[in-house]
């Protein structure tokens, strides 16, 4: 009888240690998002009138590093580095809007060609060499403004020149743009 005791005992002891061992072990988990769209930009700045740095697919994950002030707007870190994409579009893991708040210092916005074409040229004059042209609905960045007001400084993909203010539209006065001398 007391064999019977004891091996009960030992039967117990080693499924404790099994159950107790087999304990999933929560580690301290880093806040994330994941895309819940098809597509979505991420922005120089936190807000629309931002310029896009890339489009993330649906479904992919990344570290959140910060928040604006009301947390509308979420700082990731992706393999194309650091950029702002709206909180309505994605889910969000382990973070309690506590990221810290981060003030945007991007001066870049995004306009869109709203002619039926605009042309880039290598300096703010009509008269400037055409080094490229582009169709209606093309996104631009606008990296600054010439000195009389008159003509963005534009990159495209890989190419930056001038365009003409009447030809792109924009969500964002000019006040906030550095004047860049041609």
Do not use: C
């Not at 002891?13 to 806040?31: C, I």
């Not at 994941?34 to 597509?39: D, P, Q, T």
């Not at 992919?60 to 002030?69: A, Y």
């Amino acid at each position: 009888m007391k064999k019977l005791h004891l091996l009960a005992l030992a039967l117990i002891m080693a499924l404790t240690s099994v159950l107790l061992t087999a304990a999933p072990v929560r580690a301290e988990s880093k806040p994330r998002v994941i895309i819940n769209v098809y597509a979505l930009n991420m922005r120089t700045g936190p807000g629309a009138f931002y310029a896009s740095i890339i489009k993330l697919s649906g479904g992919s994950e990344f570290p959140i590093i910060g928040q604006n002030k009301n947390a509308s707007w979420l700082l990731i870190e992706t393999g194309a580095g650091k950029g702002w994409i709206n909180r309505y579009y994605v889910i969000t893991r382990d973070w309690d809007r506590n990221a810290p708040v981060v003030e945007s210092t991007s001066t870049d916005f995004a306009g869109t060609v709203s002619a039926g074409s605009g042309a880039l040229r290598a300096t703010p004059k009509l008269d400037g060499e055409k080094i490229g042209s582009y169709v209606r609905r093309t996104e631009v960045t606008i990296i600054g403004q010439s000195e009389d007001g008159g003509w963005w400084l534009v990159k495209v993909g890989t190419q930056q020149g001038w365009m003409s203010k009447a030809v792109i539209r924009t969500s964002r006065e000019a006040n906030k743009t550095p004047v860049v001398k041609a």
